[in-house]
T-cell receptor, first 111, second 115 residues
Framework: DQQVKQNSPSLSVQEGRISILNCDYTNSMFDYFLWYKKYPAEGPTFLISISSIKDKNEDGRFTVFLNKSAKHLSLHIVPSQPGDSAVYFCAARSAGNMLTFGGGTRLMVKP | ETGVTQSPTHLIKTRGQQVTLRCSSQSGHNTVSWYQQALGQGPQFIFQYYREEENGRGNFPPRFSGLQFPNYSSELNVNALELDDSALYLC??????????????FGPGTRLTVL
């Protein structure tokens, strides 16, 4: 029973364009949603989060949108840079600060 | 760099053996969580320790156990290893505060291979 799903295993984008990574969830009790970036041989690195009571959070080139009625969130990266190439995980937080992760989306930004 | 370190980096064991993985939390962090990441999947929550006690557990059997020490370093122990235990094991630390979005910081992981 996958409570957090990332349906696109990979995404390829041209440098300078927008990258949009999507995530769907099923559990209405999640109170925070987070995005992590992971390079090979490193642990996941926190990128940006959003509370379940908000619908948008922005930090520089990264914006996360939350649509609670659709149980859907997305990460927008504008403009995309080659250094953004990595695996991106969305995660949802439940009681006790337990994180449930999606399966990840590999983003490739081409120069 | 997050300040969370893990050892060893890689480990090879055989089925039925026991293994201990170690994590040193970021300074000032009093809560540690362990995750298992199988190849091609996202990390899965194993358990969490706060003030040396387990205070949350995912869907993992009792042969997965842990310890947290007064200096906030921690261990993950796995008994009776199975082939499916082959994975990247991640620890994450945070400072437990009331309020919003206390972020977990991950170490680089230990790659365990069970033959």
């Amino acid at each position: 029973d996958q409570q957090v799903k990332q349906n696109s295993p990979s995404l390829s984008v041209q440098e300078g364009r927008i990258s949009i990574l999507n995530c769907d969830y099923t559990n209405s009790m999640f109170d925070y949603f987070l995005w992590y970036k992971k390079y090979p041989a490193e642990g996941p690195t926190f990128l940006i989060s959003i509370s379940s009571i908000k619908d948008k959070n922005e930090d520089g080139r990264f914006t996360v949108f939350l649509n609670k009625s659709a149980k859907h969130l997305s990460l927008h990266i504008v403009p995309s840079q080659p250094g953004d190439s990595a695996v991106y995980f969305c995660a949802a937080r439940s009681a006790g600060n337990m994180l449930t992760f999606g399966g990840g989306t590999r983003l490739m930004v081409k120069p | 760099e997050t300040g969370v370190t893990q050892s060893p980096t890689h480990l090879i064991k055989t089925r039925g053996q026991q293994v201990t993985l170690r994590c040193s939390s970021q300074s000032g962090h009093n809560t540690v969580s362990w995750y298992q990441q199988a190849l091609g999947q996202g990390p899965q929550f194993i358990f969490q320790y706060y003030r040396e006690e387990e205070n949350g557990r995912g869907n993992f059997p009792p042969r997965f156990s842990g310890l947290q020490f007064p200096n906030y370093s921690s261990e993950l122990n796995v008994n009776a290893l199975e082939l499916d235990d082959s994975a990247l094991y991640l620890c994450a630390s945070r400072h437990r505060l009331a309020g919003e979005g206390d972020t977990q910081y991950f170490g680089p992981g230990t790659r365990l291979t069970v033959l």
